[in-house]
């Protein structure tokens, strides 16, 4: 049994440990792959509940309803899955418990990183549209918010270097970059609509 | 524009690099990006900064965390374990208890087992002491010797069939009279095998004399006899103790049940699902309550002595209020006043009206549970124009006190004897 499960650590990816607890409804593989992202869900609890105890029990919880939830429902990334269950189960705490938090940064659409991401399969004569939109939108952003995107974007830099580079403070470099991207995307929504 | 590379998700091992500083600026970049892009990622870094910050051992609380999951996966199963345990205790448990149940029947016969088996045990003895004493004799043939010794050793073997039989739980009222029909069977022949002198066939005689006694005790023993777990119907009959006269609706019931029998017109009763050394009250009012321990399905007449201390406290409540008491339908006003109101009522009628034939009449009706007559009848056929001056003088007085029993008001028939005379 216990071999067993050893060498499902090592071989079976997510999909396929959900499919077999889907199919057997075996906690022990449930478990394994549980522990895979447990790490993970344990940081994201923390994060949001801020307490060490909360945030374990949290961890139980989030199981006990993927125990529940994985009969049921089909997933095809696990891990985001299980983040956004994660997440949400400490939200709801939160919202019981009647704690105001920010939801600053909380939900914070990821289209833009998508889009560029995925801007190399669009047309050239598009990309170059864009590019040039780009650079206008640039120029409406705050000289912060512009500095720290074209160096963390453009060179490449790590929070630490643009700090060092520019005497910002780490935290506001991180939050110049989310603001600045967040201007950016929709700025250039803007541009294409309009 | 060159090709992105293909995002890649850093592992929390990585997260947990870059939270301690161990990345080069390049992979914190890398990590920094996918933070941007990716909200999952974002909260584990933010996490493990902040448990960074509260300088909470991230190693540590992994381990318990594993140790719980585990103990959580395990749990389920252990849980599944006991189910299969507790299914086949019960079943153990069924299993016994009916084997229990089928035995604790069986006690009569059960019991009479062991008397087989102890008289058959001096009888086989006996057998061998035939043997034992016919080995001496110079005159008994070799062929005789032999015949009783395998008599002996048929004998030990039947006995010991007996006992397998016994632990087999065999109807042992059959065992009994097989057990000691084998017996008779072996020692019958015994003295015409053995043409021996006389001590060997007498002792022969007693011995078969034994197994026939054995017999007769094993048939008596394994009669029907009342065991503590037979139910039984119990007839008996209340009588007053002093003339003997049968005590009719009393309550019969048994201690620690809720169903009671009332005695019939002759006083008799039956009680049904009787077990023996039950105890049995009789109560009724104007009685001294009476407890009687049951020993057998036939009793004999249960005999009550009156009691006047219990008369004189009957309690008489107002209407509507119950009490445990019971009240016997009369006249509010009482029987004596009511007897003179009749008279009179009747006595008025005649004088003013001389000319009507002179009569009794026997009048039947009821009193309903609200104190109202009805179901008015001419029980003796007398004189309509009489029985309706009868319904008359009831009806103009009509206050009765409603009979009830244990604190049940109750309709009740009456039958009054006016006459017009």
């Known amino acids: 049994m216990f071999l067993k499960i050893l060498r499902r650590k090592t071989n079976l990816t997510d999909a396929e440990y959900l499919s077999a607890y889907q199919r057997t409804g075996d906690l022990e593989g449930l478990g394994a792959l549980y522990e895979r992202h447990i790490d993970m869900v344990f940081a994201v609890c923390f994060k949001y509940l801020r307490d060490e105890d909360r945030a374990k029990d949290a961890v139980m919880e989030v199981f006990e309803q993927l125990v529940t939830d994985l009969k049921i429902v089909q997933i095809q990334n696990f891990k985001s899955w299980l983040h956004s269950v994660a997440r949400n189960f400490c939200l ?26 995925q801007s190399p399969e669009k047309e050239d ?17 705050a000289h912060e918010q512009r500095q720290s995107v074209e160096l963390f974007y453009f060179q490449q830099l790590c929070y630490q270097q643009i700090a060092a580079q520019t005497g910002f403070a780490i935290s506001r470099v991180k939050s110049y970059i989310q603001n600045g991207k967040r201007n950016l995307k929709l700025c250039m929504e803007g541009k294409k609509h309009g | 524009m ?25 992979e914190q970049h890398q990590i920094e990006k996918s933070a941007l892009q990716n909200q999952q990622i974002e909260d584990t870094l933010e996490g493990l900064e902040q448990l960074k910050n509260a300088s909470i051992d991230q190693q540590a609380v992994s381990d318990e965390l594993r140790q719980r999951l585990q103990k959580r996966v395990e749990t389920k199963e252990r849980k599944l374990l006991p189910f299969y345990y507790a299914s086949a205790a019960a079943v153990v448990l069924a299993v016994g208890l009916s084997w229990w149940m089928v035995r604790e029947q069986e006690v009569p016969t059960t019991v009479s087992a062991p008397v087989t088996k102890e008289k058959a045990k001096p009888m086989s003895e006996t057998a061998k002491q035939t043997a034992i004493v016919s080995a001496p004799e110079k005159e008994i043939t070799k062929t005789s ?5 395998q008599l002996v050793v048929k004998a030990r073997k039947k006995r010991q069939e007996s006992v397998i039989a016994l632990a087999q739980e065999v109807p042992a009222a059959d065992l009994a009279i097989e057990s000691s029909k084998t017996e008779e069977l072996q020692v019958a022949p015994l003295p015409v095998a053995v043409s021996t002198p006389q ?5 022969a005689k007693i011995a078969s004399e034994n197994t026939r006694v054995a017999r007769v005790e094993a048939l008596k023993a394994s009669a029907p006899t009342l065991s503590d777990e037979t139910l039984f119907a119990l007839r008996g009959q209340v009588l007053d103790a002093i003339d003997q006269k049968a005590l009719v609706g009393r309550s019969v019931a048994l201690i620690g049940q809720t169903q009671a029998v009332l005695t019939d017109s002759n006083g008799n009763f039956i009680l049904r ?11 009724s009012t104007g009685y001294q309550p009476a407890q009687i321990t049951i020993k057998d ?19 008489i409540v107002d209407y509507g209020k119950t009490a445990n008491v019971s009240q016997k339908l009369a006249p509010k006003s009482g029987w004596k006043a009511y007897n003179d109101y009749l008279k009179t009522s009747a006595q008025t009628f005649i004088t003013n009206n001389p000319q009507v034939p002179r009569g ?26 009489l029985f309706e001056e009868a319904v008359r003088i009831v009806k103009e007085r009509e206050k009765w006190a409603v009979s009830y029993k244990k604190g049940k008001l109750q309709a009740e028939k009456i039958r009054l004897v006016i006459s017009f005379e």
């Open chain 1, 92 to 117: 709801m705490q939160l919202r019981q418990k009647k704690v105001t938090m920010s939801d600053d940064g909380i939900f914070e659409d990821e289209a833009y990183e998508s889009f560029i991401a």
């Open chain 2, 297 to 315: 399905s036939t009793i004999s007449p249960i005999l009550m002595l009156e009691d006047k201390q219990v008369l004189s406290e009957v309690v």
């Open chain 2, 2 to 26: 060159a090709k992105q590379k293909k995002y890649n998700e850093p592992t929390i091992d990585e997260l947990n690099k870059y939270v301690a500083g161990e990345l080069l600026p390049k």
């Open chain 1, 125 to 141: 004569w598009e990309i170059e549209h864009q590019l040039a939109d780009l650079g206008d939108c640039m120029q409406t952003l």
């Open chain 2, 145 to 149: 010797r032999i015949a009783s010794t």
């Open chain 2, 360 to 385: 009794r009449v026997a009048l039947g009706f009821t009193v309903n549970t609200a104190g109202e007559l009805m179901n008015f009848e001419n029980k003796n056929k007398a004189n309509p124009l």
């Open chain 2, 199 to 203: 001590p060997v066939g007498t002792i």
């Open chain 2, 273 to 283: 699902n009787v077990r023996k050394n039950s105890q049995l009250t009789v109560n």
